[in-house]
Every structure is written in structure tokens, then in C-alpha cells.
């Protein structure tokens, strides 16, 4: 594959995955990981190669790279967002966490840290395309068939519906990413139930060993400031220094 030449494989039928990277190896294994699930696939090796295609046929979801050259993960997604409403996943290296806020405030879904599991990434493209249209199967994933009433959260103010990943506080939506979700998610499961970072860190990343204390700090500090742009005196989640956190519902 040449950097201007963008490749699309799978079923035609089946949801399509715009992959940006300029790593070559990155681009041929995931792509082969998600044909094997059932997604068409679009390869792209340079942002710019990208974008226009990704305008004119905009894909069911994008997986962009932040570190690239002529044309980085970030301006992609802020020029594809000035004409296209695409979901987005980044992956990132350890010491992005700057361009990971950048890209997150911009309306990034969410992010994974490189080297990463492919199981995982390909569970977080499912559970976004399941937010994006809930109505619609996504292939190859049983819990998509499940009503989101049964499995609906509602602890005080807070609601959460696990079928959309999708959240409210006193009814105002507050848009979390998909780890982010899942973290709350287990700590609101058990109110007043200290979680540990191992923990949430398990519960968000099942199938991911590359990941660090920090990473869920920093996951728990955007969520509060989520929140607080809805309601600035929310104080539900709970730090508790040296055990971990907790979910108060009072």
C-alpha cells in the first residue's frame, strides 16, 4: 500500500472501519482482526490521504492515530468534524496524555494507549457504534440484542444506560467516553463501595496490561469536570487517598 492509496476489504453489508495510521504493521493487523469480526475495513496511511475520503464517504467510525505525518490524528479529526458527525477512537502513545485531552475536549470518543490489545479496541468500536445507532445489530456482538431498560442504572441523580453507554445527570446528558462509562459504571454498580485503581482499571480494560495508575486519575478528573459542566456542584465520585474511589449516590 502506497501512502496515497487507500484499501478497502470485508463485506460490503457490514459496518465500516476507516483505520488513519502511518505504521504499516498497525494498519494490516488490526484490519485483519476486524475482517475476522465481520467489519469492511479502509486503510489509510497519512491524515491528509484520509480526510478527504472520509468526507465524501464517511465511514461508520474512525480509528486515527495521533502521531502521524502531513497531517496529525487531531487535525483530522477537528477538519472532519467541521463536515461530518464520525465517531472517533485515538491511539495514542504513553506521553500523549496532552494530545489525548486535546483530542477528547474536541469530541474524540474515546482513546487507546499503544501497544494495545486488539480485543479491546475492537470491544470499544462495537460498544460506539451500539451509542451511535442502539436500534441497529452490531455484528459479531450478543449484547447488542439486549433492551437497554433491563440493564438501566439509576442511582440518585445519576441515570445510565449500559445498552447506549449513554448518561444524565438530573436528566441533562453528560457525554462520557466509552472507559469512562465503564469506570463509572463500576463504581455506581455499588454505591459507597470503595473501588481500587486495579479494579476500575479491570472493569475498563479487561483485556489491556498496558496500563498505569495514572491512566485511571486522569479518566476520573475528566469525568468531574464533565459533570461539573452540568451540575458545578457535583461531588458523587470520591476519592479516597490510598485505597481508591467511591460512587455516592446521596
Known sequence: MTEDMAVTTGNEDAPVIALVDDDRNILTTVSIALQAEGFVTRLYSDGETALKALIENPPALGVFDIKMPKMDGIELLKRVREQVALPVIFLTSK????????????????????????????????????????????????????????????????NMDPARHHVTWDGKPVSLTVTEFLILEALAARPGVIKSRNQLMDAAYPDDIFVDDRTV??????????????????????????????????
Do not use: C
Not at 494495545?116 to 460506539?128: E, P, V
Not at 464533565?226 to 487517598?241: A, C, Q, W
Open 95 to 158: 506521553d500523549d496524555e496532552e494530545d489525548e485531552e486535546i483530542g477528547l475536549e474536541m469530541g474524540a470518543d474515546d482513546y487507546i494507549a499503544k501497544p494495545f490489545s486488539q480485543r479491546l479496541l475492537i470491544a470499544r468500536i462495537r460498544a460506539i457504534l451500539r451509542r451511535a445507532d442502539p436500534i441497529r445489530e452490531v455484528i459479531g456482538d450478543s449484547s447488542s440484542a439486549v433492551p437497554a431498560a433491563v440493564n438501566e442504572i439509576a442511582r440518585g441523580r445519576l
Open 217 to 250: 486519575d486522569s479518566h476520573i478528573k475528566r469525568m468531574r469536570r464533565k459533570f461539573r459542566s452540568v451540575d458545578n456542584e457535583f461531588s458523587s465520585i470520591e476519592t479516597l487517598y490510598g485505597a481508591g474511589y467511591s460512587f455516592n449516590d446521596g
